[in-house]
C-alpha cells in the first residue's frame, strides 16, 4: 500500500486503474505550490485532473490533446458530440482560440472575468472539433479560484494552451463541489496518474453563466450566478435577449441533467418527500428529513449540489425542494432543480 501511495503522489510510472477508494488519501492533495507544478506537468503528459473552480470542480484535460480529450469523454460517460469548456488564465488568452470577438464579449470578459462566465465565440482553427463537439464556436472561461488559476498559469508556462474542463462528474449527474465528491463520481474510472485537486467546498457552488456571443447580441444560454441584470447593468450598449430556440448545441438540453438518483419533487408537491431542501425559514415537513437550510440564495446555490449528494448517500428515495422565486441567483436555483427533477425517460 506504501509504495503503491509514493508511486501515485510523484505522478510517475503507469500502473493499472486502480480504485478509489484505494488511493483515497493520495489523490486528494493538499494544493502546494509543488502539487499544483505536478498536476501541470501531469496534463502535459496527457494525464488527467480534476481541479477546483468557484462553481463546481471540473475534470481538466489539455485541450488540444485529442487523446487526453477521449478520455474526459470515456471517464464521464458523456457523448462526444457535447462540446467542453476551455478554461484560460486570462482575456489576453481569449484571441487564441476565439476570432470575429464582438466588441460586447470584449466587455462581458474585461468586467466579468475571472469569473463565473463562459462566452461562446467563433472558433479559432486551435479549438479542434474534438472540444468543439465539430461546431464553429468555441466555449472559454477564465475561472476565479487560486488554485485553478495557478494551475492554468503553470501549464501555459509548460507551453499549454488551455485546459478544457466538464464538470467532473458522470454524465447527466450532480456536478460536484468538494474534492470528495469528485472521488465519489470518477474514483472508479480515473487512472493512478491522474490527479485531484482539493480545494475545498467551491464558493458559487452552481455552473458559470453561459453567454452566446455569435450573435449581434449576446444571450443567455445557461443562468448563472452571473444574472441577466449584472450582465446589462455593467455592459449598457447591448441588451441581454431572452432565452430562446438556438442552433448552438445547449447546456442542459437534454430532458434530464445534474440529476441524483432520488427524484425531486417541487414547490406544492415538496412536502410529503423523504428529504426536503428550503431556505431556513421554511418549516421542514413532518417526516421529512432536512438535507440543508441555507439562509439566502446563495447560500442555497453553494449548498443545493450538497443537499442532492446527502440525499443519495442517505438512501433516500424522494427530495422536496421548495425554489426561491425570485430573479438572478433563484433563475438558476430553478433551472438546476427543474432540469433535475425532469423523469428519466
Ligand atoms: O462552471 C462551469 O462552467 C464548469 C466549470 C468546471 O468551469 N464547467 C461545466 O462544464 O459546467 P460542462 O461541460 O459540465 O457544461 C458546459 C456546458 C455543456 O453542456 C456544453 O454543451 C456547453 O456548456 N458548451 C460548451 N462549449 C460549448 C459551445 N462551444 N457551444 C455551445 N455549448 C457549449
Ligand atoms: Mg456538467
Known sequence: MGTRRRRVSVIRSRSKPVKWDDLRMEFISKCTADTISNAAQALTEGHLVAFPTETVYGLGADATNEKAISRIYSVKGRPTHHPLIVHISSINKLDQWATDIPEYAINLAREFWPGPMTLILPRKDLAKDFITGGQNNVGLRVPNQPIALGLLRKFEELGGQGIAAPSANRFGAVSPTTAEAVGEELGDYLDSDDLVLDGGQCSVGIESTIIDCTSKLPRVLRPGF???????????????????????????????????????????????????????????????????????????????YRGMRLADSLGLKTIGIITPQGEGIDTAIRDRVEKASKSNT
Open 226 to 304: 452571473l444574472t441577466d441584470n449584472m450582465i446589462e447593468e455593467k455592459i449598457q450598449e447591448c441588451l441581454v435577449i431572452p432565452r430562446t430556440q438556438t442552433s448552438i448545441r445547449a447546456p442542459g438540453m437534454l430532458a434530464r441533467h445534474y440529476a441524483p438518483k432520488a427524484v425531486i419533487m417541487i414547490n406544492d408537491n415538496a412536502s410529503d418527500c423523504e428529504g426536503f431542501i428550503a431556505l431556513e425559514h421554511i418549516q421542514t415537513p413532518k417526516n421529512s428529513i432536512r438535507l440543508i437550510s441555507p439562509r439566502n440564495s446563495e447560500q442555497m446555490a453553494r449548498e443545493l
